[in-house]
């Protein structure tokens, strides 16, 4: 049974940094492609990133690019999601996301498994 655990969320100081971590059992996360998907209070899911299983990363949405990426931990089966330079607007949700293939999800709504979220918080 695949099952995805995130942690390390919590509350971060608009321009400091975060890093998120994605547990994954019950198949060879560092295998497939993993996404990272967020969803603000009150709004609809909005597409983060994704890494395939060939080290591409894929962004969902523009305003991450420079600041968010992906990596894997191999030794660990993790993935993790680097936040840097956090704004206001990056308050969500965040999911780690996966359909166990190589690529990535054209569509980030679509992906078949889905870990719980970890809540990240930004203060001004």
């Known amino acids: 049974q695949v099952q995805l655990v995130e942690s390390g969320g919590g509350s971060v100081q608009a321009g400091g940094s975060r890093r998120l971590s994605c547990v994954g059992s019950?198949?060879?996360?560092?295998?497939?492609?993993m996404a990272w998907v967020r969803q603000a209070p009150g709004k609809e899911r909005e597409g983060g990133l994704c890494f395939d299983s060939g080290g591409r990363t894929t962004y969902y949405t523009d305003s991450l690019k420079g600041r968010f990426t992906i990596s894997r931990g191999n030794a660990e089966r993790k993935v993790y999601l680097q936040m840097n330079s956090l704004t206001p607007e990056d308050p969500a949700v965040y999911y780690c996301?996966?359909?166990?293939?190589?690529?990535?999800?054209?569509?980030?709504?679509?992906?078949?498994?889905w870990g719980q979220g970890t809540q990240v918080t930004v203060s001004s």
């Open positions: 996301a996966t359909d166990r293939t190589f690529s990535c999800n054209s569509d980030y709504d679509q992906y078949t498994y």
């Open positions: 019950g198949f060879m996360l560092n295998s497939y492609a």
